[in-house]
């Protein structure tokens, strides 16, 4: 990497980008580059085994939540009853079968959707190895193309966020599409009191071999504020001797009235509402609202 090449890298991304702008590689001088909405991250050869590994850590809220909080999660559904034995579920972002697995251990008849080939993989084996029956699916959430075939979609940890209105509002006609009649949505989103916490992102390290890169590689971390649009970016600048790459993670953070007026527009009710998918009572002033959202059945 040439060091003027990389400072002009630094001195591109300080500049707060358009909200939603993808993240991009840098590539030496006389090759194409430019944006790319993937760049290769969820099969990305190393930063696909890091994820599966913060996947697994059972005592830290990482890729997943930790196991105590989904064995409760997973709890709160069968005891209210809102998922049964011989429910269909469809896990949509299910990683390595963590929920997938508990779910149907307790009788679900369940389906898991995700990208990741690696976490899949993971998933599958273990399925195999407890004898359970789970079917496993490689797709973008965007080709999902199920008709009238669930009776539960559940979506956990914020997926929603990470989405433009333009992108939510289609996952949210995938997934009433999916489901049955009266079928139920069942999904948690940040509100604004959280990002308040975590704060934005503002810093940089060398890493002899991390999440990102196998290798030496430099991470400049910095985040960016939308106020107006309750939307907040982390953006990863990472280089290496191979090149540069700018990650951005978006977040779009609601409340409680946005969230249900979004929910109707897209033919849901929201049927249920907690403080969290453990089935912590509602009680607003929170970091997460979770919502168990019925299709109506017109």
């Known amino acids: ?3 003027g090449e990389l400072l002009e890298l630094i001195n591109k991304c300080s500049i707060k980008p358009a909200p939603y ?23 990305d050869p190393h930063i696909s085994k890091s994820m599966l590994e913060s996947h697994l850590q059972p005592d830290i809220d990482g890729a997943s939540r ?8 997973v709890r709160h559904l069968f005891d209210s009853e809102i998922i049964k034995p011989g429910t269909k579920v469809l896990d949509l972002g299910c990683g390595p079968g963590l ?4 779910l149907s251990k307790e009788g679900a008849v369940v389906t898991g959707v995700d990208i990741s080939q690696r976490s899949l993989d993971h998933a599958r084996k273990c399925a195999e190895e407890a004898g359970l029956n789970i079917k496993y699916e490689k797709l973008d959430f965007f080709d999902i193309d199920y008709i009238d075939e669930f009776d539960a979609v559940i979506q956990v940890y914020g ?16 997934v009433h599409r999916a489901l049955k009649k009266d079928g139920i949505f069942i999904f948690d989103i940040t509100t604004r009191d959280l990002k308040g916490k975590i704060g934005l992102k503002n810093g940089w390290y060398v890493s002899n071999g991390g ?24 953006q990863y600048i990472v280089a290496d001797e191979n090149g540069a790459a700018v990650y951005r993670n978006w977040f779009h953070d609601y409340d409680l009235g946005t ?13 249920y509402v907690w403080n969290d998918l453990a089935g912590v009572k509602y009680t607003g ?14």
């Open 1 to 3: 990497m040439i060091n």
């Open 21 to 43: 702008e993808p993240g991009f590689r840098l590539v030496p001088k006389g090759e194409a580059d430019g944006p790319s909405e993937r760049l290769a991250f969820w099969d």
């Open 66 to 73: 930790r196991m105590e909080t989904i064995i409760q999660t």
């Open 99 to 102: 929920y997938a697995q508990m």
């Open 159 to 174: 997926e929603l966020d990470t989405f433009s209105d333009d992108k939510r509002d289609r996952l949210l006609e995938i």
């Open 211 to 234: 999440f990102w890169r196998p290798g030496r590689h430099l991470v400049l971390e910095q985040g960016f504020d939308y106020p107006d649009a309750d939307l907040w970016l982390n």
């Open 259 to 271: 969230i249900r007026a979004i929910l109707k527009n897209a033919g849901f009710e929201a049927d």
């Open 285 to 298: 002033g929170g970091d997460w609202i979770a919502i168990g959202a019925r299709r109506n059945s017109e």
